[in-house]
């Protein structure tokens, strides 16, 4: 914890207040999660395969305003703009490149679902147990401004530089792969360019034997 | 603030939401008319057809809801009201005038603005794909496709501006402003503004709709009120990127008149935009779809990360 982020956030004192006398955006919060909990539930177990993805869509923007109530503003914008604006809109555009029937699709189920479900169970309980254990009865104050822009940016780069860089590198070597992979492993056959009118060949010709019709384009 | 000031904000952006687009609309039916050398709806509310948009509503408003039978029945009603919401909570972070004419001071307001804008291509995407129809499903595909290659161009140019001033708040841009910024971040006006057309899929730029090739794109099997929830949402669309633009690169407020005046200066240049944009769609040809892309990939993008580098080095420069 940054000595900027404890000055914004307020102390780290144990709780003097309850659990039992929640606030109105404590309330909020947990209505919120519930939501996100249960869209989350319907993105895995719905039939339809785009319907899953727009449960996604919900969740994820139920996460967002979750934020938003912890005071992390800008997290939150950035949330909406990544996930919702573009992983769920390249999703969709997936899924509409391969067949995505209306109505259910029968052969969507996984023989792994229940593998999958242990996965995620045990997931979830090793990050509540650590969160859990990480701040136990501590209380952060949410002040106003602990999530600003100017917040976010100053502890980004003044104390997570290194980091943050090293997770950039890491999204290069990504970008770098997925460029080798859909180059498709030859590079002799070079694609066409594209955004050049190329003059139409004549149909008749055939595309073999060049050499008999030489002079077809000139005729024309 | 209290709740009635909060309550006063938001109705006065639903005001400037439900009104604004609609003069946009009828000004494009002029201006567009004018340049094709036809006079435009003459008729309706009698000066000059000033009632054809009234017209076309309860035109609208009355149709029958036709939702096809093989469509996602559910999605395809709510894709309108995708469509539509994002512009009108985008406009409420837009400064208008000095002191606090402003719907809600947003921390963030650049990210906000930009992230809300993307949400309505959903709406898009949810018609296209919920349609049961071929053509539907490909003006998806085209608009998920161009929001893809613009969004990024359109993000670059933002965050230029917000190196200049040295903050994400629009209201924060708006105080910093100088008239020297405007020639300063000119490329990255030229690039905001040319994907941001593309984004709300105007022409040139209007190869999901393009309706000579696939119909209408994803509105194919709208009609009535939900079809008019779409148009509208262009007509919304083209209002939050015109004052957008104005507030990011032309300095919104700030011009000649004292500041009390300062939301006149905002409205003129909105409009001075939209008149531009309804140039642009009646001048130029629609792009091929390959050719979209390229123009994002190989110019604006190029274009908008030199921008980012010249607004650095005269950052650094004019900060010795």
Not at chain 1, 28 to 39: I, S
Not at chain 1, 141 to 157: E, I, K, N, R, Y
Not at chain 1, 182 to 187: A, L, V
Request: net charge positive; proline share 5%; charged share 10%.
């Amino acid at each position: 914890m940054t000595s900027s982020l404890l000055l914004a956030a307020g102390s780290l004192a144990p709780a003097s207040r309850g659990f039992l006398s929640p606030t109105g955006v404590e309330i909020v919060f947990v209505l919120v999660g519930l939501a996100v909990l249960g869209a989350a539930l319907l993105t895995v177990t719905t039939k339809q395969l785009v319907h899953a993805a727009l449960w996604l869509v919900v969740a994820l923007g139920g996460l967002a305003v979750e934020f938003l109530l912890l005071t992390a503003e800008f997290v939150a914008w950035v949330q909406v703009l990544i996930y919702l604006g573009s992983v769920v809109v390249l999703v969709l555009f997936g899924l509409m490149l391969t067949k995505a029937p209306i109505g259910r699709s029968p052969d969507a189920d996984s023989g792994n679902r229940w593998v999958a479900l242990g996965v995620a169970l045990a997931t979830a309980a090793t990050l509540v147990t650590l969160v859990v254990d990480a701040f136990r009865t501590s209380w952060i104050d949410l002040g106003s401004g602990g999530g600003s822009t100017a917040a976010v940016g100053a502890s980004l780069f003044r104390y997570w530089v290194l980091p943050f860089e090293a997770l950039s590198v890491l999204l290069l070597a990504a970008l770098v792969g997925a460029v080798v992979i859909s180059r498709n492993g030859k590079g002799g056959t070079a694609a066409p360019r594209a955004g050049k009118l190329r003059t139409p060949r004549p149909a008749t010709r055939p595309a073999t034997r060049p050499s008999t019709r030489p002079s077809t384009r000139q005729e024309r | 603030m209290n709740l009635l000031d909060t309550l006063l904000r938001c109705v006065a952006v639903l005001v400037v939401f439900l009104v604004l687009p609609l003069v946009i609309g009828q000004t494009e039916h002029k201006v567009m008319a004018h340049m094709q050398g036809r006079l435009g709806p003459m008729y309706a509310g009698g000066f000059h057809g000033w009632a054809q948009l009234v017209a076309d509503g309860v035109k609208f408003a009355q149709k029958e809801d036709v939702v096809p039978a093989g469509a996602d029945r559910r999605v395809f009603q709510l894709a309108p009201a995708v469509a539509l919401l994002p512009y009108l909570v985008v406009l409420l972070a837009v400064p208008v005038g000095p002191h606090g004419l402003v719907g809600q001071a947003v921390d963030a307001g650049i990210f906000f603005v930009l992230a809300v804008m993307g949400i309505g291509v959903l709406g898009s995407l949810m018609a296209g794909w919920a349609s049961a129809n071929k053509f539907s499903l490909l003006g998806g595909l085209r608009t998920a496709a161009q929001l893809m290659s613009y969004e990024l161009p359109m993000l670059l140019a933002a965050a230029s501006v917000a190196m200049a001033a040295g903050t994400a708040s629009l209201t924060g841009i708006m105080d910093a402003f100088h008239w020297w910024w405007v020639p300063w971040q000119a490329i990255g006006a030229f690039v905001f503004f040319t994907a941001g057309l593309a984004e709300l899929q105007r022409p040139p730029f209007d190869m999901p709709v393009a309706d000579s090739e696939i119909i209408f794109g994803a509105y194919t099997e709208y009609t009535g009120i939900r079809f008019a929830f779409f148009l509208l949402s262009e007509y919304g669309g083209i209002l939050v990127l015109c004052a957008l633009t104005s507030v990011l690169f032309l300095g919104g407020w700030h011009g000649p008149l004292p500041d009390s005046l300062g939301w006149l200066w905002t409205l003129l240049k909105i409009f001075a935009l939209a008149f531009v944009v309804i140039w642009a769609r009646v001048t130029f040809p629609r792009l091929r779809e390959d050719q979209l892309m390229r123009f994002a990939w190989t110019v604006l993008i190029p274009l908008a990360l030199l921008q980012l580098a010249l607004t650095g080095v005269i950052k650094v420069a004019i900060s010795q």
